[in-house]
């Protein structure tokens, strides 16, 4: 599954072709390409670029849910 796939609703993307980390509020297919509607995270200001294939390949996306796969022995309830 390429970035396209991962980017939907509530993921954070960052790379070199945004000013600062957006928040994915909405995403709409453009034939190959691919319009990423979202919210800056540093900013709160809205974002709406339109990226082509090889430009999603330069996108970083987090992770939909943070994994829950640390070691149990280093956990301590403070």
């Known amino acids: 599954m390429g970035v ?4 939907k609703l509530g993921v ?7 000013p600062e980390p ?4 909405a995403v709409v297919p453009l034939g190959a390409s691919l319009k990423v509607i979202g919210r800056g995270m540093k900013t709160g ?8 294939e090889e430009q999603l390949a330069q996108l ?3 992770a ?5 796969d640390g070691d149990a022995a280093l ?3 403070g």
Do not use: A, N, Y
Not at 4 to 7: A, N, P, V
Not at 12 to 18: D, F, N, Q
């Open 45 to 52: 200001k809205t974002h709406d670029p339109i990226f082509s």
């Open 12 to 18: 954070t993307v960052s790379g070199p072709l945004l």
């Open 60 to 62: 970083t996306v987090s």
């Open 64 to 68: 939909e849910q943070e994994p829950f």
């Open 4 to 7: 396209e796939g991962k980017i």
């Open 75 to 77: 956990f301590r309830l």
């Open 22 to 25: 957006i928040e994915v509020l």
